[in-house]
């Protein structure tokens, strides 16, 4: 799916951009962004979610994922935070 017509899926990804905006050196699981990033933006949501938004913003080459030394996938930005600044 290339696309999301979900405005929930949608309205998350855009907080999460949003979010990595304002801390381009982040990286965390979809747990402790469902748990941490999201509802200090004021977003409850399912990790189920927060994966489809995940999904959606790789899409677009907006977040990466990576898999740490201990198995765990971790999410980050693509972007340098000089290249925010620049918009």
């Not at 990033?37 to 995940?54: C, D, F, H, N, Y």
């Not at 913003?57 to 600044?85: D, P």
Request: aromatic share 10%; hydrophobic share 30%; with cysteine.
């Amino acid at each position: 799916m290339s696309e999301f017509n979900d405005s929930e899926v949608k309205q998350v990804a855009d907080q999460i951009e949003c979010y990595l905006k304002s801390h381009p050196k982040a990286a965390d699981s979809i747990e402790g962004i469902t748990k941490w990033w999201l509802p200090g933006r004021g977003i409850e949501t399912s990790s189920v979610i927060v994966q489809q938004a995940l999904n959606y913003l790789g899409s677009k080459s907006i977040v990466k994922c990576t898999t740490n030394l201990s198995g765990n996938k971790v999410y980050s930005s693509y972007k340098a935070k000089a290249e925010y600044q620049a918009k």
